[in-house]
């Protein structure tokens, strides 16, 4: 599969913009072919918003652009902030209990060399990718890439907030395993599903 990551940072109405993703942009989302579901995630503390949005082809996603455009516009000036849009590839999705609303959601950041994504990404399947799912509270992950810039987004779903930042030190602390292997960790954003239309 394919996303679209739009990332409101410095927001002043994260409610505005979960009402108006409710009301005026699912009903567009849902006429777009491909479309496979779409989460909100918010962190009041931080001010940021995220709306990720799931493709089955990348045409797909490509192609609702210019549907989605005027709607995405519109929702910038009810959140205010800054706005950006970033498009992936889904390369691992491990979905135990579908991340609802509630659920807490930690998004790291990354980049790596284009040339070391496949190496890296296996390495994630079979050596962090278990560790993640074994710890207590995990709901789900997805590991998402663009693979020209090398950047990418990991978020992964908790049952709660103590779930979440006990998967945070864990995460530290195998951060030098990735560093070896040439993985550049960014931010990390510590969040709640606000809204949640999965498929």
């Known amino acids: 599969m394919f996303t679209r990551l739009l990332t409101f940072t ?3 109405n994260i409610d505005a913009g979960v009402t108006y993703l409710r009301d005026k942009v ?3 989302l849902h006429a777009q072919r491909g479309y ?3 989460t909100a995630s ?3 503390s931080e001010r940021v918003i995220g709306i990720l949005s799931l493709w089955d082809t990348e045409a797909d996603r490509d192609a609702s652009d210019s549907a989605l455009g005027k709607a995405r516009q519109e929702a ?3 959140v205010g902030g800054d ?4 498009i992936f590839e889904l390369v691992v999705a491990e979905i135990r209990e579908p991340a609802d609303v509630g659920s807490a959601l930690m998004v790291t950041r990354l980049s790596m060399e284009p040339a070391k994504i496949d190496e890296n990404l296996g390495f994630f399947k079979s050596e962090v990718l278990p560790r993640i799912t074994a710890a207590p509270g995990f709901r789900a992950l997805r590991n998402m890439v663009n693979r020209q810039s090398g950047e990418g987004v990991v978020g992964s779903a908790w049952a709660d907030q103590e779930a979440m930042m006990a998967a945070s030190e864990q995460a530290m602390a195998r951060r030098p395993e990735g560093i070896s292997r040439g993985v550049n960790f960014g931010e990390t954003s ?3 599903i606000v809204f949640a ?3």
């Open 10 to 12: 410095g927001t002043d």
């Open 26 to 28: 699912l009903p567009v």
């Open 36 to 38: 496979g579901g779409v």
């Open 42 to 44: 918010a962190s009041r």
């Open 76 to 78: 910038a000036k009810l």
């Open 83 to 86: 706005l950006s849009v970033e």
């Open 190 to 192: 510590y969040r709640e």
């Open 197 to 199: 239309d999965l498929r």
